[in-house]
């Protein structure tokens, strides 16, 4: 069974950092892409950051760029979002999607998120 994971969540005051963990295990050959997304209450869930695996290209929202940035662990299954200078307003349940490769197939699958919230 495959399962995504998030971890890292937490409460950090305005300036500080966090780093996200996206977490794939099961019988999988790999991640061909991830993205980070998160949603505030009231609010649309909405991109954060992706990067696809095998070339390392990376998109960010204009919100979070210079500030965020995501990477990957090819070998641990494993996808990054380092948050620097948080800010209140990227408070949200941070999702991880991932882009599964099992056999010839890609599947997505998505994490049940994690909470980050930032404090003035």
């Known amino acids: 069974q495959v399962q995504v994971v998030e971890s890292g969540g937490g409460l950090v005051q305005a300036g500080g950092s966090l780093r996200l963990s996206c977490a794939a295990s099961?019988?999988?050959?790999?991640?061909?892409?991830a993205g980070w997304y998160r949603q505030s209450p009231g609010m649309q869930r909405e991109s954060v950051a992706s990067?696809?695996?095998?070339?390392?290209?990376?998109n960010y929202a204009d919100s979070v760029k210079g500030r965020f940035t995501i990477s990957r662990d090819n070998a641990k299954n494993t996808v990054y979002l380092q948050m620097d200078s948080l800010k209140p307003e990227d408070t949200a349940v941070y999702y991880c999607?991932?882009?599964?490769?099992?056999?010839?197939?890609?599947?997505?699958?998505w994490g049940q998120g994690t909470q980050v919230t930032v404090s003035s």
């Open positions: 099961g019988r999988i050959s790999g991640i061909n892409a």
């Open positions: 999607n991932a882009q599964i490769r099992i056999g010839t197939y890609v599947y997505s699958y």
């Open positions: 990067i696809r695996t095998n070339d390392d290209s990376t």
